[in-house]
């Protein structure tokens, strides 16, 4: 029995949740080595060669989440910080190790400045009506 008297564990507390804050699971890091490219829409992809996370003791819990979440369906950096129910800081920590050990790698979005201007696609389509 807790010291609570009701049998309750002191690691979890009914309206605040589990007392673990999310950076223990990043061992208080804020940053990884390629986070600053893990913009919200960045679509993160398990590697093929990516058996069994499990099997890896170097990686928790939320690392093996991550590539099995991944696996059958690419997932954003936004979307896995909803599914997990994890900051987006925590994700970006966690996916940067994962693209680290290469269990995952990431697909980044078009710049917009490198998307071809909207007048020159209609110049093409004008072009190609025309022939």
């Known amino acids: 029995m807790s ?28 940053t990884s080595a390629g986070q600053h490219r893990l913009d919200l ?5 398990t590697e093929p060669h990516a058996d069994d996370p499990e099997a890896d ?7 093996v989440d991550i590539v099995e979440l991944c696996r059958d369906t690419p997932q954003s950096v936004a979307e896995l910080a909803a599914e997990l129910d994890l900051p987006i800081g925590v994700v970006r920590v966690l996916v940067g190790d994962l693209v680290d050990a ?15 201007d909207e007048s020159i696609l209609r110049d093409v389509i004008n072009g190609l009506r025309a022939l």
């Open 3 to 30: 010291a609570d008297g009701q049998g309750r564990s002191h690691w979890f507390d009914d309206e605040a949740g589990p007392v673990v804050r999310p950076y223990a699971m990043t061992r208080g890091r804020t």
């Open 41 to 45: 829409i960045a679509v993160v992809v």
């Open 57 to 63: 003791p170097t990686l928790s819990p939320e690392h």
């Open 102 to 116: 290469e269990w995952v790698h990431v697909n980044r979005p078009v710049p917009p400045a490198e998307l071809p």
